[in-house]
């Protein structure tokens, strides 16, 4: 099978698999991991923090990161589209009792002066303003890079508010990728972020988040309360070494495969390509095709190919490096004779 369903399908490199037999382990509860330690101490170092958490999953990093940030009955500013708010179970109001406060965005990007405009002023019928969330790259927009100028901008609306910034970076490594900007640059305009070992970078598991000391002690608390106190993880921690180490560089070639694989699709009569393709994600609108996204998409799996339904009429496809330049075409060629 052909695996375009997302970066999160790949399975570990031989080098990551051996990290993980050979890794040096302890009890991480007690700080005594050194691999897990070492993991934090070069996530940190790369972004340009004070420290970093290890944690199971981006979502639970940023779930960790409203905890933190907020108290309950705040409001926390977003994206009408981000992740945060579409695809982690409603967490933000259930966990941390926040309310989301959605700003519908251009390709993910809130417009400056709406997110002004959104921030609370002192009102006792209002609540507070605790967070700002940004989600570089975007998901729902189609792997879409938020530009740093951009970034920049809504960090000085968010200081001279003092409101706190949260990354939501769980392609970040792919925004750098497209973009040549170093993640720290990107991180700068933050005061906490998240980035997935797990999705383009090819670990099994597990996330990072990482901002200055103090939040990273009181995360660690939040990460316990969640369930989420490790024990000998250096086991996982190991591959996610191996991730920042060796798979950062080669995101490239992902974004060459999707960007092949939008223009060989959108010369295919009946068939749309709905985003700019930036990254390793492309959303493909089969409306003008006798068929629904998710006829499509069962059509494809009978031919050996996985995708998802986005929508009515969108299917998403995400390149990774289990996806070769050969499966790329041939997955053109499936799609040609299917609608052709």
């Given at each position: 099978?052909?695996?375009?369903?997302?970066?999160t399908?790949?399975?570990?490199?031989?080098?990551?698999?051996?990290?993980?037999y050979?890794?040096?382990?302890?009890?991480?509860?007690?700080?005594?991991?050194?691999?897990?330690?070492?993991?934090?101490?070069?996530?940190?170092?790369?972004?340009?923090?004070?420290?970093?958490?290890?944690?199971?999953?981006?979502?639970?990093?940023?779930?960790?990161?409203?905890?933190?940030?907020?108290?309950?009955?705040?409001?926390?500013?977003?994206?009408?589209?981000a992740?945060?708010?579409l695809?982690?179970?409603?967490?933000?109001?259930?966990?941390?009792?926040?309310?989301?406060?959605?700003?519908?965005?251009?390709?993910?990007?809130?417009?400056?002066?709406k997110?002004?405009?959104?921030?609370?002023?002192?009102?006792?019928?209002?609540?507070?303003?605790?967070?700002?969330?940004?989600?570089?790259?975007?998901?729902?927009?189609?792997g879409?890079?938020?530009?740093?100028?951009?970034?920049?901008?809504?960090?000085?609306?968010?200081?001279?508010?003092?409101?706190?910034?949260?990354?939501?970076?769980?392609?970040?490594?792919?925004?750098?990728?497209?973009?040549n900007?170093?993640?720290?640059?990107?991180?700068?305009?933050?005061?906490?972020?998240?980035?997935c070992?797990?999705?383009g970078?090819?670990?099994?598991?597990?996330?990072?988040?990482?901002?200055?000391?103090?939040?990273?002690h009181?995360?660690?608390k939040?990460?316990?309360?969640?369930?989420?106190?490790?024990?000998?993880?250096?086991?996982?921690?190991?591959?996610?070494?191996?991730?920042?180490?060796?798979?950062?560089e080669?995101?490239?070639?992902?974004?060459?495969?999707?960007?092949?694989?939008?223009?060989?699709?959108?010369?295919?009569?009946?068939?749309?390509?709905?985003?700019?393709?930036e990254?390793?994600?492309?959303?493909?609108?089969?409306?003008?095709?006798?068929?629904?996204?998710?006829?499509?998409?069962?059509?494809?799996?009978?031919?050996?190919?996985?995708?998802?339904?986005?929508?009515?009429?969108?299917?998403?496809?995400?390149?990774?490096?289990?996806?070769?330049?050969?499966?790329?075409?041939?997955?053109?060629?499936?799609?040609?004779?299917?609608?052709?």
């Amino acid at each position: 099978m052909i695996d375009l369903r997302s970066d999160t399908v790949t399975k570990p490199t031989d080098a990551m698999r051996k990290a993980s037999y050979e890794a040096e382990v302890g009890d991480d509860v007690y700080g005594e991991d050194p691999t897990v330690n070492k993991l934090e101490e070069k996530a940190a170092e790369i972004l340009g923090k004070e420290a970093a958490l290890f944690v199971t999953s981006g979502t639970q990093g940023n779930q960790i990161a409203v905890l933190t940030h907020c108290q309950p009955g705040n409001e926390i500013i977003l994206e009408a589209n981000a992740h945060i708010f579409l695809y982690e179970g409603a967490a933000i109001s259930a966990f941390a009792g926040v309310q989301p406060r959605t700003i519908v965005g251009e390709r993910g990007a809130m417009d400056p002066e709406k997110v002004e405009s959104a921030i609370r002023t002192e009102d006792v019928h209002f609540p507070e303003t605790g967070l700002i969330c940004l989600e570089n790259t975007h998901n729902k927009a189609g792997g879409a890079v938020l530009p740093l100028e951009y970034m920049k901008k809504i960090y000085q609306i968010a200081q001279s508010h003092n409101v706190p910034v949260h990354l939501d970076g769980a392609r970040l490594f792919n925004a750098s990728a497209a973009t040549n900007i170093p993640v720290r640059e990107f991180a700068a305009y933050t005061d906490t972020v998240q980035f997935c070992l797990s999705k383009g970078l090819g670990a099994p598991v597990g996330s990072i988040i990482a901002g200055s000391k103090e939040f990273i002690h009181q995360a660690r608390k939040w990460r316990k309360r969640l369930g989420g106190g490790l024990r000998q993880a250096g086991v996982i921690a190991a591959p996610g070494l191996v991730a920042l180490e060796e798979m950062t560089e080669r995101l490239a070639k992902d974004h060459e495969h999707a960007k092949m694989l939008a223009e060989g699709l959108e010369n295919i009569d009946g068939i749309i390509i709905e985003n700019k393709v930036e990254t390793n994600i492309v959303l493909v609108n089969v409306e003008g095709t006798p068929y629904h996204s998710e006829s499509f998409v069962e059509m494809l799996k009978q031919e050996g190919i996985l995708s998802g339904s986005f929508g009515p009429h969108t299917i998403r496809f995400v390149t990774h490096f289990d996806v070769s330049r050969e499966e790329i075409k041939k997955t053109i060629e499936i799609i040609q004779k299917l609608v052709g």
